[in-house]
C-alpha cells in the first residue's frame, strides 16, 4: 500500500523564495500528494504566490493564514497538525530540495522501523552557492555527534511518530524548537535515524527565520577570528539560561510520565525519567544559590555540591561558577 505524503511548511515573509522552494517540491519524483502552507501573519506576498503554485496542481493543498503571530515553532505544529499523510516531510520556506528526496526518504523508512529521520543538506548563500560543505560536515568538524544534528527543514516524520510527541511545549514554553522536540522524542523513543545522503540544498541568508548558530552559517565559524568576549555572559543571561532550562526540562518529564502510561515504552523511558527529574530538581537549585546574595552563595553552593545536586553538570567547575560569578 502507498503511503501517503504530506508537506507541512511554515511561512513568514518568504515571497523572495518560496515559488523555488514550492517547484522543488513539486517536481519530484516520488511525487507528494498533499501540502499544508500555515502562514504567521505575512505582511508580503507569501501567501498569493503560493496559492498561484499550487492552485494549477494535482497536489491537494491548504494555506492556513494566522489572525496572530504565534512564532515559527507554533507556526510549525500547527501546520503539521494539519497533514493527513502517512509521512510528513518538513520545509522551510527559503530552501531547495533535491528531485530525489521523496524517494530516497521513503525507501528508507520502509526499509527501517524510523519514526523520525533527518538527511544531510548542502549549506549554501542566498544565490543557493554552495559552500562545499554540508551540515553534518559542519557539525562534526566543530567536534560534535552527530545526536547535535537537528534542522527541521531536513526532518522527516511518520504520522504514528507526531502522535507520540503530544503533549507538545506550548507557546507559554518557548524553550523547546519545533525540531529540537520531535528529535528529542526521538532520541528518548530510540526511533530517530540519520541519513547522510544529501538531499537538499540549505540557504542561508540575513532574513532566515531559524536560529542562527556556529554550524548553521554560511562560512565555517573555524576559518574565522573568534570573539574572546563571546564566552563572558552576565548574571542576568545565566539566570536567564537557568530558567530556561527548568521550563524544558519540566515539560520534558511531564511527557516521558505521559508516555510511560503505555507499556510498551516504561522500560525504555524508566531511566530517562529519573535523570530528567534530576536535572529539574538540581536546576531549581542551582536557580535558588544563583539568585541569592554574594555571601550566601558560596555556603549554598557548598552544600548543594556535598548532596551531589552538581553532578549532573560540571561538578566542582559548576559549583565554583554559581558561588562566584558576578
Not at 17 to 44: A, M
Not at 97 to 102: L, R
Not at 130 to 139: A, N, V, Y
Not at 263 to 269: A, E, H, P
Request: charged share 25%.
Amino acid at each position: 500500500m502507498k503511503n501517503k505524503i504530506s508537506v507541512a511548511i511554515a511561512t513568514y515573509n518568504g515571497e523572495s523564495y518560496i515559488t523555488e522552494q514550492l517547484q522543488s517540491i513539486l517536481l519530484q519524483r516520488t511525487p507528494v500528494d498533499e501540502v499544508i502552507i500555515s502562514d504567521d501573519c505575512s505582511n508580503d506576498s507569501t501567501v498569493d504566490i503560493a496559492n498561484r503554485v499550487l492552485r494549477n496542481t494535482s497536489v491537494t493543498f491548504k494555506v492556513i493564514i494566522n489572525n496572530n503571530n504565534i512564532g515559527y515553532t507554533q507556526n510549525f505544529f500547527q501546520a503539521i497538525s494539519e497533514c493527513s499523510g502517512d509521512i510528513i516531510f518538513l520545509a522551510d520556506q527559503d530552501d531547495m530540495w533535491h528531485p530525489n528526496k521523496t524517494t530516497k526518504v521513503i525507501d528508507h523508512f520502509i526499509q527501517s522501523n524510523a519514526g523520525i529521520l533527518i538527511h544531510d543538506v548542502e549549506i549554501c548563500d542566498e544565490k543557493l552557492v554552495k559552500s562545499g560543505e554540508t551540515k553534518l560536515q559542519r557539525l562534526r568538524s566543530l567536534g560534535y555527534s552527530d545526536d547535535k544534528f537537528v534542522a527541521g527543514m531536513a526532518t522527516v516524520i511518520t504520522k504514528e511518530f507526531w502522535n507520540k510527541c503530544r503533549p507538545l511545549p506550548v507557546k507559554d514554553n518557548p524553550y523547546w524548537t519545533y525540531d529540537s522536540w520531535l528529535h528529542k522524542c526521538g532520541h528518548l523513543l530510540n526511533e530517530r535515524v540519520v541519513l547522510e545522503d544529501t538531499l537538499a540544498l540549505y540557504r542561508r541568508h540575513n532574513n532566515a527565520v531559524t536560529i542562527s548558530s556556529e554550524y548553521n552559517s554560511f562560512i565555517n565559524p573555524s576559518r574565522l577570528r573568534r570573539d574572546p568576549t563571546k564566552k563572558i555572559t552576565c548574571k542576568y543571561d545565566k539566570l536567564c539560561n537557568m530558567k530556561k532550562n527548568i521550563l524544558k526540562y519540566d515539560h520534558l518529564v511531564k511527557w516521558i510520565t505521559n508516555t510511560m502510561t503505555d507499556d510498551t515504552y516504561r522500560s525504555l523511558l524508566d531511566n530517562q525519567l529519573y535523570i530528567y527529574n534530576k536535572l529539574l530538581k538540581d536546576s531549581k537549585k542551582r536557580l535558588e544559590v544563583y539568585e541569592s546574595t554574594f555571601l550566601k552563595r558560596f555556603p549554598k553552593s557548598v552544600v548543594l555540591y556535598l548532596r551531589g545536586g552538581y553532578n549532573s553538570f560540571s561538578g566542582i567547575k559548576s559549583c565554583l561558577k554559581d558561588a562566584f560569578s558576578l
